[in-house]
């Protein structure tokens, strides 16, 4: 047995991921360690979705659900995405995904092939970057403005010869909201190159300035193009419920689909009926915790901005501050050397090179977590410095 696992070596795909990936994995937080890391919401999932969940397994609902997604689930989705579209979505137009991030592997999977060149924003979520390398892609990164917003011009310039262009908006890491002008922009440029779109808004419901959001979906020049992606995970506190979906043009649906379908199968059909409920009667909620996330936003904010060394771009949406510091620290000694000074945060280093000399933080913690947190972020970094 020993000389056989001395044989063996990971297939290329999983080399090309470690030679490459920037995720990082810290050690779990314990002790008297504050964690601004996180990137889940630290609220409990509504009762009368853990309520659903329970009523469809007392009724049978134990078995495999359709692969593309149960009919009422789908059905609820299709109307979601119609009532922000402006169009009707046909049958074979949505998928339901384990979480948003089954649902980006079975994106991205069924789109690239190697060698094609893939843009994504820098910086971004890592996954993106993690998926494209997996299918043998060429990841372009196209770094941010100061203010973390797009180069439309760089934009422009960037999408020359690609095959695909993955972004999420709101932002992770950035916490940054994209605006109707950059929006429309992309949807003429990505039509002008020819260019396939997977768009994440997984944070869609939780922006904080005072335009209105513009969703790929409410824009038609996206919708031969694009694969929408979504998650119940952020706006429902549903992140270990694992269910999320992609909406679009029925073929990239299939394509996806299979791809998703060969890897993980159907989705847990008690979770799919517990969906249901959230979307259609959960809005209450949704509500509830983005109010609480509104004011933990201005408490982090104050706090950083107190902060000698830092700077911080306002936060828009999500739930994340990306503040710079002017420390010359790479970010992940930076995140150690915290740790020492118990405050756990994530290094911009990990979404990209245009990261470097900024930290995450999230606010999906309590405000005595944030006060206390920010306060040893102050200590450290007037320690270090």
């Excluded at 394509?255 to 959230?278: D, L």
Aim: charged letters at 20%.
């Amino acid at each position: 047995m020993s000389s056989l696992i001395k044989r063996f070596v990971s297939a290329e795909a999983v080399l090309r991921i470690e030679r490459t990936s920037l995720r990082v994995q810290q050690p779990a937080s314990n002790g008297d360690m504050i964690s601004l890391a996180m990137g889940e919401p630290d609220f409990a999932t509504p009762p009368r979705i853990v309520q659903a969940a329970a009523d469809a397994l007392k009724n049978g609902f134990t078995h495999y659900a359709p692969l593309l997604g149960d009919k009422q689930l789908c059905q609820a989705l299709a109307e979601e995405v119609a009532a922000q579209s402006g169009y009707p979505v046909k049958q074979g137009e949505i998928v339901v995904t384990h979480g948003g991030t089954a649902g980006l592997a079975a994106a991205i999977l069924s789109m690239v092939n190697p060698g094609d060149r893939v843009v994504i924003p820098d910086p971004t979520y890592s996954l993106y970057a993690d998926l494209v390398n997996m299918a043998g892609g060429i990841c372009v990164a196209m770094p941010c403005k100061e203010d973390l917003h797009w180069d439309l011009d760089r934009l422009a310039s960037s999408l020359e010869g690609a095959k695909l262009f993955v972004f999420c908006n709101p932002g992770n890491p950035t916490g940054i909201v994209h605006t109707r002008h950059e929006i429309e922009t992309l949807a003429r440029l990505v039509n002008q190159h020819d260019v396939l779109v997977i768009a994440d808004e997984a944070y869609s419901d939780l922006v904080f300035n005072d335009k209105p959001f513009t969703s790929v979906l409410q824009v038609p020049a996206f919708r031969s193009r694009t694969l929408y992606c979504q998650t119940f995970s952020k706006s429902y506190a549903m992140t270990g419920w694992r269910v999320g979906y992609l909406a679009g043009p029925a073929e990239m649906i299939a394509a996806a689909a299979r791809v998703h379908n060969t890897v993980n199968g159907s989705v847990n059909t008690a979770v799919q009926r517990a969906a249901v409920v959230a979307l259609k009667e959960c809005h209450d909620d949704v509500k509830r915790m983005y109010d609480v996330y509104r004011e933990r936003r201005v408490l982090m904010m104050d706090g950083l901005l107190s902060i000698p060394g830092l700077q911080l771009n306002q936060p828009e949406g999500a739930f994340y501050c990306f503040p710079s510091y002017s420390l010359p620290i790479p970010a992940i000694d930076m995140v150690a050397l915290l740790r020492e000074h118990g405050i756990a945060v994530r290094p911009g280093s990990e979404f990209g090179a245009a990261g470097e000399g900024h930290l995450r933080l999230s606010y999906a913690a309590g405000n005595e977590a944030i006060i206390e947190g920010v306060k040893r972020l102050k200590h450290g970094l007037a320690s270090l410095g």
